[in-house]
């Protein structure tokens, strides 16, 4: 009885080190800290409850009483409440603060389903729009850049002041029968862009202002309004900067805060109210959960309830990439985002003693730096100390860098700390370098001196010359400032979390791809090496699958906003089926920023996101609640798991089972073993495209299988009708002696006006 619960990729690629660190150490320091929450031995436990008869009418303070009935009667010494929430919409039950003993008693009472503990978790633009293709004479043109939509944002809460959030030419709020939020903090300066803001913390209500700076930048990412002369230290200037949906609303649930982390009986509440208020799009850049059945990670549990009133889920996949496996929030009812790299650097040149260069990036350029000038290197970890190696402060203190430009690795702490510890010790320089799982994902930092930060083949060479020459090895830094047209790009970013789930049946995940490398958002407090204390208007570079998760939310308001009776699964299906698997016209796939090698389904999923043509898919397909019920109980869940998920009475019994492969998804995945070398699964499309229009299919078999379609041709005569067609995976030739291999293929129906796209992943087992 325990796990699930967010965290938010606070990807100040500081997690990103962090983890990086564990996972080469091997130690079991994951982001959970503090398993005991320190007060006294009770702990916030979230609790399922069978559903009161009346619900429905219910008042919220009988609901209460009802929750309160599980709980003993005495209070706590602490003076803390023993409920800290009921939930309604969400699930059925309620957040308490119990002793293990007090748990057992609840547990005994007639109506208890399910016991979690609630996890603790530690914290995990100015080009994008354009690389993404939007303009206003497409897909901002035709919806209006989401205006009327309300983006919700749960997350670190938001700097209200800053330009991105300024209501100029935003229309009013939308009325009480849409919209039933508010400001509810007193003092909170909300406007037509902010139009609710509301914080979460174990029961209690503090201020929605972002401390962190994760919020506010993920909120300028989906839904921005323009603002002009954006740039981080002068780079990745924008003129002007905005959000994918310039003109959607926002309303901010904080959720997680600075040295503490996300609580997932506050994210169950966030949700709820999120739903009670009539957002249309819920953001989560919660990471956590990871592998977490589905009734126990809090974003999926959720999103089914959010997708019953209408409003889209969109969240992280996760960065715990570039391992397989490794995927958060894979339920598929939600749409499910990795982060792909740009062809925009920062450029910043190491030419070392030898003449070899190499080109690495840094936000922090300055113009009065002798780039010329070669200057001793030194590597503080050149004796083996791992926190020498990562340029520790603790570990640097007690050298002198003066003259020098020192290499620092990649590890433990943000790469800004590292050129702060440098800085203190008398360094000239720093080039910092990835380990291999990094591979070529480099940040671009606001470093507070010069600096360079290279990818990981590069990290072997420089090493290696450094051990070599010694005190005879040197090196320069050179600036180019912002360049674009880098390739290959997208790339899968290396600490983008990949798939298969073990949870899920094998649902292609991540769903898409969005950029989530060095994105400029907005930031609440002043960056690089003279911070301004009074500036205003600071944008910042942040990395993570956090970024790439808002660029979809705000693509699904624009999508939404052309389409208002489509459902979430309608509008899910329409992003994945018109998505990118290749960043070349002559087709190649997507490569992995690991070593440059071809991305598999699991790390790219349906491939970058196309804002331009998910507007106008030409076919989706559907999926209703009674379809994700039959997947469940087609996953073997129990009913008390079926109805912990649901919130509500469901039984297995008498429902249609569905496998994974079976549920009538935007992809397939399917698994053919030596016992089962063929499978077929059907498909049902529903039109939106024209109202006369004829599609054709062109296949790409993953090598070793042959796909037969029922039927080659799809004729519609008039809108919304509904086509179905069976798909035959049989295995040809031998089978793979290798095992356990996954092949990549597509289903292409293309009527030359509209091409849509079912991304397949078969699975010999
Ligand atoms: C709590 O109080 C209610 C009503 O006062 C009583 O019926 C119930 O037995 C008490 N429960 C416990 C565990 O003391
Ligand atoms: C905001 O909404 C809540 C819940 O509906 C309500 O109790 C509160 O009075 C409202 N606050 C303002 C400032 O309107
Ligand atoms: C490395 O740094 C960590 C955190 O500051 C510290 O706990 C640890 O003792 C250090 N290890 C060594 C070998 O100095
Ligand atoms: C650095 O080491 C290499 C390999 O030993 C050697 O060829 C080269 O001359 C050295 N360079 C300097 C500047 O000492
Ligand atoms: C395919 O096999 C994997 C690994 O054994 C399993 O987790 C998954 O549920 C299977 N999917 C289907 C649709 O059978
Ligand atoms: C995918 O993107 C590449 C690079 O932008 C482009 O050349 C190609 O035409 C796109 N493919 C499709 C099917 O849109
Ligand atoms: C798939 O098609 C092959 C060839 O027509 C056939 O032998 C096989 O039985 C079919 N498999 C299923 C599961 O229908």
Redesign the pocket.
Known sequence: MEKCSPIVLFLLVKLLLLQLLIQSSNSQLLPIVDEVLGRHDTQVYIIDVERHEQHELLSDGDLESFHRSFLPNSTLDSGEPRLVYSYRHLLSGFAARLTPGELEVVKSKPGFLYAQRDHHYQLATTYTPKYLGLTTYNAWGSSMMGQGLIIGIIDSGIKPTHPSFKDTNMPPKPPITKWKGNCSYAGFPCNNKIIGAKSFFGGTWPSPEDTDGHGTHVASIAAGNFVNDANILGMAKGDPASGMAPMAHLSIYKVCFPNYGCDGADTYAAIEKAIRDGVDIISMSLGGGKNSPIYEDSVSRGSIAAIQHGIIPVTAAGNYGPDTGTLSHSAPWVLTVGASTTDRRITSIVEL??GRTFLGQSAYQPTKWNSNKKWQLEYPGKDGDVNASCCMPSALANWNLRGKIVICEACIIKDEEKGEAAYLAGAEGMIVLNQPSRGHTTPSPAHVLPASNIDHPAQLEILD?FF??QS???ASISFKGTQFGFTPSPTVASFSSRGPSPMNGGIIKPDVLAPGINILGAWPTDVGPNPNPLATHTFYFESGTSMATPHVSGIAALVRSKHLDWTPAEILSAIVTTSNDSWTAAGDLIADDILYKTAGIYATGAGQVNPNKAMDPGLVFGLTLNDYIGYLCGLGYEDWQVMVTLGRKQSCKGVKHLTASELNYPSIAVNLTRSTPSQTVSRTVKNVGDAREGYSAKITEPVGVTIYLSTYKLQFTRLDQELSYNINFSLKGAYPSQGSEIRRGKIVWDSGKHVVTTPIAVRFT
Do not use: L, R, T
């Open positions: 003693g030898d010359y070599k020459n005879n090895a040197f």
